[in-house]
């Protein structure tokens, strides 16, 4: 089975972090959403499996799409694709933007897992990260998620900024867990290019984050999670039992998946495809029967590469016999590196896989990029 992801590109306003495709100009919204339908048109015969086992509206923010045009979406993806109730529909939204009326309207839609930024349940960190909701709203929204029927939520927690510490990251992880949401990403907070954020390091408005506190957040964070029966399931995902995301886990997995919107990305197991990150450039093109997009081929070498990637941030870790199948070379060059992370105790090898351990998840990228094979 394979998804479908839309990107959604709008927002409230510009997060001090994000370095997402968006816009905070709403000008072409009516015409994105056409555009976004016509696309899944022109791309129907993209995925060769029609049953779909997910799909996801991020962004951007969806949740500022009204109930009508997230429904007009879902209406013209089902012309050409079919799913059925065991299908994973997730919407990401704000806070700010779950009224009542709204959570009614998405369930009524099939909309039947909610993903919500809510980032922090303090205000220091929500007014340093420049987001629009408050604390009370965090708060509010989840129980009113809930009311409405939602039950398989999934919350983004920010660890790391200056206007925290260890004592406020301590408890939002425990009103995350006393909420039991059953699904929490928690990330890092990092410096990206081209955000207010980096302005603002560069200008000595912030310090940048201090390595050593992030370290000891995430440990704090991996604890937390597994003395409340959360399955750390990738670096950055945590779930209860049964709710483990399909849609990341189908991206971790190498499943084929469709991209449609500015700036999303499509795969189908050897081709990667990109859209352009311009939204009157995606509209005009689109709406005249082209597609905007650039493709590249996986070498055997970009396919192993990802593979190691990707695999070493999950709690399967990586198969040497799938290793193997990519031919002598490559589990060659994988052998003879895993030795000194063995040694440091950063990896363990369980039958025939290899996994990092809780020290090594500290290094992840690292690890991976030195397990690589590069002509």
């Keep these: 089975m394979s998804g479908i992801y839309v990107h959604v590109p709008f927002c409230k306003k510009a997060c001090h972090y994000c370095n997402f495709h968006f816009s905070t100009s709403l000008g072409l919204k009516d015409q994105m959403v056409d555009a976004i339908c016509a696309e899944s048109e022109i791309r129907k015969d993209y995925l060769s499996e029609k049953n779909l086992r997910s799909i996801y509206f991020g962004g951007g923010t969806p949740g500022m799409l009204s109930a009508h045009e997230t429904g007009k979406i879902l209406n013209t993806l089902a012309k050409f694709f079919s799913w059925d109730d065991t299908a994973e529909v997730t919407l990401e939204a704000n806070p700010d933007d779950l009224t009542i009326e709204k959570l009614r309207d998405l369930r009524s839609l099939g909309i039947n897992r909610l993903s919500i930024g809510v980032q922090s349940f303090f205000n220091e960190d929500l007014v340093w990260m420049g987001r629009v909701h408050d604390a009370e709203r965090a708060l509010a929204c989840i129980g009113d998620a809930r009311d409405t029927g939602f039950e398989n939520l999934t919350i983004d927690l920010i660890y790391g900024s200056p206007a925290s510490n260890h004592e406020t990251w301590s408890a939002n992880m425990k009103t995350a867990i006393d909420f039991q949401i059953p699904h929490i990403s928690a990330y890092c907070l990092t410096v990206e ?34 003395d409340a029966g959360y399955i750390h399931y990738e670096i950055s995902n945590f779930a209860k039992p049964g709710h483990m995301a399909i849609h990341n886990t189908g991206y971790w997995e190498g499943i084929p998946y469709l991209g449609l919107g500015p700036s999303a990305h499509s795969f189908d197991g050897v081709f990667r495809s990109w859209n352009v990150a311009n939204n009157k450039k995606y509209i005009d093109s689109i709406l005249s029967g082209i597609l905007p997009s650039e493709t590249e081929k996986l070498t055997l070498a970009d396919q192993y590469n990802e593979y190691i990637m990707t695999g070493l941030r999950t709690m399967i870790g990586v198969d040497i016999k799938r290793i193997k199948n990519f031919g002598t070379v490559y589990s060659d060059c994988f052998l003879s590196g895993i030795g000194s992370h063995i040694a440091a105790g950063n990896l363990i090898q369980t039958g025939d896989n290899y996994l990092l351990t809780q020290a090594g998840k500290h290094f992840a990228d690292r690890i991976s990029m030195e397990l690589f094979y590069t002509d």
């Design 193 to 226: 290019e081209k955000t207010a954020l980096s302005h603002f390091i560069k200008t000595g408005k912030n310090a940048p984050p201090d390595p050593q506190k992030t370290s000891e957040y995430f440990d704090m964070l991996m604890d937390a999670m597994q």
